[in-house]
């Protein structure tokens, strides 16, 4: 063989080499055993070597997260997808299937530290402190009340939202608006906990999931393997964010959360899943 042959075949390894590094290092496999995951609440996983499967039991709720914390690039689209299925004898239940967004620093970033209410930007009126529960604010004409709405604080009113994830928050549930002479005053269900002056900038958030779904959420899971799968991308403005296909501000990383959550609280329940992966799409 002519050198220079032996160099074109020695430069196509090397290009294929590298090409299915790249590829490889683009997904995160999660399969075969437990030693990938780890339990967020109760019941118990186990392996299942021949279908190379983790097989998931108990009574209520299952739910579990992969160790290992990815990195990702919010401003691009990423896929993931898994086999599931039933295990002989379970109660029905649902799956549900998405990414844990975590920051930078592996710290979870929660729904409600960007989930904001459009519209809610106000200020307060007079100081608040951590013991308050009635806080004063200067406009309230777009709050409602819910048990799952937060005060955030030192927020951005400006349009591009740059304090999400706001983590300076009250304590969560709202009573009542009500306007009272030149302000309105928010009863809270329990202290705000918090202490800020008249004058900071605040807005409504609310609580919700704790995972980004991207559309795998609440599927129904036969005895059959079946695939499921979900996609989540960058928001097109920030001030349009859908939490359950777009990146949250201040995601970083993610880990895999799979849960199982049967029809009846209390019913025992058992099921698989297996070829897990995420992957950016081109």
Not at 53 to 74: H, W, Y
Not at 160 to 168: G, I, V
Not at 230 to 239: Q, S, T, W
């Amino acid at each position: 063989m002519k050198y220079s042959e032996q160099k074109k075949i020695i430069s196509a390894v090397i290009i294929f080499g590298v090409a299915f590094l790249a590829s490889a290092q683009e997904a995160l496999l999660a399969t075969g055993t437990i030693a990938d995951w780890e339990a967020a609440g109760p019941g118990t996983i186990s392996d299942n070597a021949k279908e190379k499967a983790v097989i998931c039991a108990g009574k209520g709720n299952i739910e579990l997260l992969s160790k290992t914390a990815v990195k990702i690039d919010p401003s691009k689209s990423y896929a993931f997808s898994g086999m599931f299925k039933s295990e002989s004898g379970s109660a029905p239940f649902k799956c549900y299937f998405g990414l844990s967004p975590l920051s930078e620093k592996g710290e979870q970033v929660k729904t409600n530290q960007v989930n904001f209410v459009k519209g809610t930007e106000t200020e307060l009126a007079s100081e608040c402190s951590p013991d308050d529960t009635i806080l004063k604010i200067k406009n309230g004409a777009n709050w409602q009340p819910g048990q799952h709405c937060y005060i955030a604080f030192e927020a951005d009113d400006s349009g591009k939202y740059t304090d999400l994830p706001n983590t300076k928050l009250s304590s969560g549930g709202i009573l009542k608006v009500e306007k009272k002479d030149a302000a309105y005053e928010v009863t809270m269900k329990t202290p705000c906990r918090v202490k800020y002056p008249a004058g900071t900038k605040i807005r409504i958030h609310n609580a919700g999931p704790s995972a980004i779904y991207g559309g795998a959420a609440g599927k129904t899971v036969s005895s059959d393997w079946t695939e499921i799968k979900g996609l989540v991308k960058p928001p097109e403005f920030i001030d349009n964010l859908n939490l359950i296909v777009n990146w949250w501000p201040g995601v970083q990383k993610v880990k895999i959360f799979v849960a199982f959550y049967p029809e009846n609280s209390d019913s025992a329940i058992s099921g698989s899943f297996k070829d897990v992966k995420l992957e950016e799409v081109k």
